[in-house]
């Protein structure tokens, strides 16, 4: 083996595994910018709410569509039993919308 022949496998070895802890690095930013999304559009559709549920919980959808993040916030309606809204939360505008309450006839969200 020449050095000539032994240097391209080197080369090729060395590009993969920096390419490698790249994608690990990536991928670790990534997830923390996704959970970091979820949390604002919790937080802004639980907002947008308003005061119609006493104890809202809110279901992120991990990824949303290309353009919105999607949730269902579900809970005690202050004005009585339980419901849930569809929101939509416009990743360009950063603000959310709800639609109108949906009753457990509806939606059933399990535990």
Partial sequence: MTLFSARPCSLLMLAGLSLGLGTLS???SSDDSWAAFGKEVAAACKAATGDSFSK???VVDP???ERYGLAIVTGKLKAGGT???ICV???QSRKAEVGSELGP???KIAK
């Fill in 26 to 28: 990536a991928r670790a």
């Fill in 83 to 85: 419901g849930s809204v």
């Fill in 63 to 65: 990824y949303g569509s």
């Fill in 105 to 107: 006839d509806l939606l």
């Fill in 56 to 58: 809202p919980r809110v």
């Fill in 89 to 91: 939360f416009d990743k």
